[in-house]
């Protein structure tokens, strides 16, 4: 006979309640330091900006507002919902309430995991086991973006589809979280595919009717299409994730094997080593018999269609390794049944042993940080806890061009630094690039990257002469070319210098009362 499907958040045959709680707490407390880190990522003052922009107008845009290149053409924003959080958060008065909303979201992602494992039957000794890998692979992604509320939606659907099976009217409230995520997020499609695949395809161990699944999965179709875009954001994942120009040059959209020195970091690492376990342990399952092996866990309610959004999300993790995080999420609870299955004996000094692995990785997180990989030098390079904005970001001189010394006008600036100068201006300066792809055409994009290079001279003089100020990387091919440039000009001014960023400022563009706080003009 197969066996029986525990309910959700039944306790596995063998677990004591204080190990099951210490596993409860580590699956919320790993994430949660992991995300505690200042603010470094290029994309969230793009959202912010846009959030600033929703309230200030009380509608959500629908052509580009923001840049100076983009002449106001046509523009999706298709994560307005999480931009409007973001910015609601930042106005309570301090960027730490930001990381706040970060630690937050990334403590719900363990707790939903958790719950997904327990509702397996998935024994704490697995679930301790696999804390480290799994977090340790899914830690580049824990940061403020809406990707991570996205994340959250996507267990949340699975535990929802899992518990609508013991109490079928949770499934209904599939339809307002499809709401949800459509203003969120673009990847609530594969939350339509899940949800679809799971009530009307792979519906075994469902009580609720046929007929009510399938009112479910249409309402939660329907109810995507409550969105300022309508049917334009159904295309608008396609049109941002095939982009090859654009997600060429950004290293979370390459592949594993081609994106720089990725493949030696802990997240790397980890994830071959979840894949190993899931290959291996279906390998010693063997095909079966009817009611065991892998025929047997097929049969499992939910196992098939789990399985199979796991292997489409390790495929989508081939092409892009922004797409590792899903994956290891997904791959997760199917190797603790894998492995818990097999009924090995877990002696209590095993299950001590079990416990010492995640309780050291919170040491380290603690103690060192995340380990996010080795630089060019070959130096490790750790994400510690920590609080407000990076200095590595730009934040400080361009908050002094925008506020205090009131410069405006169009900012001449690498595409990661374009999002800054609309949040900390209010939009005033208008950057020629940003991290927004689908405002820019292909051919755009790559001619401001030659121009920056020194390639396209044409180009880089009209951006030159139209610019009040230009923001640029020293670290890129031709900047330090184009930075002599500058500082041999008597119309361009240096105001602030660091490893990542220089900020040039044009004379004519500060206004008249600050001039004097200037160089003296050379002859």
């Not at 995300?35 to 959500?60: C, I, T």
Request: proline share 7%; with cysteine; hydrophobic share 50%.
């Amino acid at each position: 006979m197969a066996e029986k499907e525990k309910p959700p958040g039944v306790l596995s045959t063998g677990d004591s309640r204080l190990l099951n709680r210490f596993s409860l707490a580590l699956a919320l407390l790993i994430p949660a330091l992991i995300a505690a880190h200042p603010l470094a990522n290029n994309d969230l003052p793009m959202h912010l900006a846009v959030g600033h922009w929703v309230l200030e107008n009380g509608q959500v845009p629908n052509v580009d507002p923001f840049s100076a290149t983009g002449h106001g053409g046509p523009w999706v924003a298709h994560e307005w919902l999480a931009a409007t959080l973001f910015k609601s958060v930042e106005s309570l008065g301090h960027p730490n309430f930001l990381i706040a909303l970060a630690v937050l979201l990334s403590a719900t992602l363990g707790g939903l995991l958790e719950l997904i494992q327990r509702s397996f039957g998935v024994p704490a000794f697995w679930r301790l086991l696999l804390l480290v890998p799994v977090w340790l692979a899914v830690g580049r992604r824990l940061m403020l973006r809406p990707h991570l509320l996205a994340l959250n939606l996507v267990l949340l659907v699975w535990w929802i589809t899992r518990h609508g099976r013991q109490s079928s009217r949770w499934l209904w409230t599939l339809i307002p979280v499809m709401t949800l995520w459509a203003n969120l997020h673009g990847s609530f499609l594969l939350g339509i595919a899940y949800i679809v695949g799971d009530l009307c395809i792979f519906s075994r161990g469902h009580a609720l009717p046929q007929k009510q699944r399938f009112l479910v999965a249409g309402g939660c179709l329907l109810a995507t299409l409550i969105n300022p875009h309508g049917l334009a954001l159904y295309l608008f994942p396609f049109q941002l994730a095939l982009d090859p120009v654009f997600t060429a040059g950004v290293f979370e959209w390459l592949p594993p094997w081609t994106a720089p020195g990725f493949m030696t970091t802990p997240a790397a690492i980890s994830g071959i080593v979840l894949i190993s376990l899931a290959v291996l342990g279906s390998v010693l399952h063997g095909s079966g018999t009817e009611n065991s092996g892998l025929r047997g866990l097929l049969k499992r309610p939910g196992f098939a269609l789990s399985l199979l959004a796991a292997v489409t999300a390790t495929l989508l993790a081939s092409r892009q390794l922004r797409h590792l995080a899903l994956a290891t999420l997904l791959w997760t609870p199917l190797i603790g049944v894998l492995w818990s299955s097999l009924h090995w004996r877990v002696s209590p000094l095993l299950q001590r042993a079990a416990l010492s692995f995640p309780v050291a990785l919170v040491l380290l997180l603690g103690f060192q940080g995340y380990p996010a990989g080795v630089d060019a030098q070959g130096q490790w390079r750790w994400r510690s806890i920590g609080s407000g904005w990076s200095p590595q970001t730009p934040v400080i001189p361009l908050d002094a061009l925008a506020n205090q010394w009131e410069v405006q006008g169009t900012l001449l600036c690498e595409y990661e630094f374009g999002g800054f100068a609309s949040y900390l201006s209010g939009g005033r300066l208008k950057p020629t690039m940003d991290s927004r792809n689908t405002v820019y055409t292909p051919e755009f994009f790559l001619d401001h990257s030659a121009a920056l290079r020194g390639e396209k001279p044409v180009i880089l003089q009209q951006l030159l002469t139209e610019s009040a100020a230009a923001l640029l990387n020293p670290e890129k091919p031709g900047r330090r070319k184009l930075g002599i440039r500058l500082s041999q000009s008597a119309e361009w001014v240096l105001i602030s210098n660091s490893k990542e960023a220089q900020l040039w400022v044009k004379r004519s563009s500060v206004p008249e009362k600050y001039r004097n706080s200037l160089p003296p003009q050379r002859s």
